[in-house]
């Protein structure tokens, strides 16, 4: 099971912290073959089998989970008085989700996101990229030893797309 998780700062200085698990569709053998990743353009010399993985975690992420954790996360927001939310892991594609739907208004809200491999966002989701010009993100990269930090391209697909997620560093 693949996880994330979201701190969320108020304004009153307090924070709160939300963990979340994901269901995993267990992969078959030949989707975990490393010619099935070329198409991704990475490294595939540095492709480890848990890297594998959790490339296939993110990329068949369950929807309905995803939507689920967002409408939770929309209701934190309607709720609280909201200055930051950190999100790590499977937590950036949950705020990923609500920035890209019209459930709240998150314009005041900073998002920190640790680097995800923003390329395998739902493409289906990502059709309302537009509600990202006004707001506050600011993409950090994982710890030294993260996993994604040998395989850049799948963080961006290309400079514009870095600009569209408005993820410079």
């Known amino acids: 099971m693949l996880s ?6 108020l304004a009153s200085g307090n924070k709160k912290k939300f963990y979340y698990s994901f269901s995993e569709q267990k992969p078959s053998f030949s989707e975990l073959l490393i010619p099935q990743f070329r198409k991704y353009k ?5 492709l480890s089998f848990n890297d594998r993985k959790k490339l296939l975690t993110f990329k068949n992420i369950n929807k309905k989970e995803l939507q689920t954790f967002s409408n939770e996360l929309a209701n934190i927001i309607l709720a609280d008085d909201i200055t930051c939310i ?8 949950i705020c990923l989700e609500i920035l890209l ?12 996101l640790e680097q995800a491999p923003f390329t395998l966002f739902p493409k289906e989701i990502k ?4 509600a990202l010009k006004k707001q506050k993100i600011k993409v950090i ?7 994604l930090n ?3 391209n799948l963080i961006s697909e290309d400079k514009a797309q870095s600009k569209i997620f408005k993820v410079a560093a």
């Open 141 to 147: 990269q994982g710890q030294e030893n993260h996993w």
């Open 42 to 46: 990475v490294k595939t010399k540095s």
């Open 101 to 112: 739907s019209p459930k709240v208004e998150t314009e005041k809200i900073e998002f920190v």
């Open 127 to 130: 059709k309302n990229i537009n």
């Open 86 to 93: 950190i999100a790590n892991d499977l937590g950036t594609f």
């Open 4 to 9: 994330g998780s979201l701190e969320i700062r």
């Open 150 to 152: 040998q395989h850049e």
